[in-house]
T-cell receptor, first 113, second 111 residues
Framework: GEDVEQSLFLSVREGDSSVINCTYTDSSSTYLYWYKQEPGAGLQLLTY?????DMKQDQRLTVLLNKKDKHLSLRIADTQTGDSAIYFCAETQPSGGSYIPTFGRGTSLIVHP | NAGVTQTPKFRVLKTGQSMTLLCAQDMNHEYMYWYRQDPGMGLRLIHY???????AKGEVPDGYNVSRLKKQNFLLGLESAAPSQTSVYFC??????????FGPGTRLTVT
């Protein structure tokens, strides 16, 4: 089965909050990331959290980590049409020093007026 | 810094043809990765490298070869292209445990 799971789609109204959820299976994950991919472009890091943290806030973005349940979420406050993109959750363990990240399949966020 | 660059941006191949995709980074990163992205499948790791002269297989290595002769370059080769290799290919690099930096992608179509 997948190591990192995300729902595939999320639709929100402009101005509302968006919450994108992710679950992972490897309890030794040390870094958890959220990447954003706009159409026709590569992935760009939005934010990350270390596994010893519960929460991280960065302007409109809030990351929550529930290590017991292996659940990660990304909340985008006051969602704008420019936030429409695919959001990828990723986790990394230092497997022999090679830091191979595992990505979820991505959540397509659609923001409508 | 140009970051991570990929050439070409687009390519159409006939079945059985070969080609090489070039990835270059100017950040002195040790680790480099090749992924393919297909609809609904997310990113799947093809091959990766932890340093100059070393490469390793990822999740979906069959039909691909790689080389890392110089630290800044990571080449992905298709010896005999197949329609199943139609995809968008992304290269990424990272320094250590930090974030990955992605290139803009190469859109490959095999007919």
């Amino acid at each position: 089965g997948e190591d990192v799971e995300q729902s595939l789609f999320l639709s929100v109204r402009e101005g509302d909050s968006s919450v994108i959820n992710c679950t992972y299976t490897d309890s030794s994950s040390t870094y958890l990331y959220w990447y954003k991919q706009e159409p026709g472009a590569g992935l760009q890091l939005l934010t990350y959290i270390f596994s010893n943290m519960d929460m991280k806030q960065d302007q409109r973005l809030t990351v929550l980590l529930n290590k017991k349940d292996k659940h990660l979420s990304l909340r985008i406050a006051d969602t704008q049409t420019g936030d429409s993109a695919i959001y990828f959750c990723a986790e990394t363990q230092p497997s022999g020093g090679s830091y191979i990240p595992t990505f979820g399949r991505g959540t397509s966020l659609i923001v409508h007026p | 810094n140009a970051g991570v660059t990929q050439t070409p941006k687009f390519r159409v191949l006939k079945t059985g043809q070969s080609m090489t995709l070039l990835c270059a980074q100017d950040m002195n990163h040790e680790y480099m990765y090749w992924y393919r992205q297909d609809p609904g499948m997310g990113l799947r790791l093809i091959h990766y490298s932890v340093g100059e002269g070393t490469t390793a297989k990822g999740e979906v290595p069959d039909g691909y070869n790689v080389s890392r002769l110089k630290k800044q370059n990571f080449l992905l080769g298709l010896e005999s292209a197949a329609p199943s290799q139609t995809s968008v290919y992304f290269c990424a690099s990272r320094l250590g445990s930090g974030e990955q930096y992605f290139g803009p992608g190469t859109r490959l179509t095999v007919t």
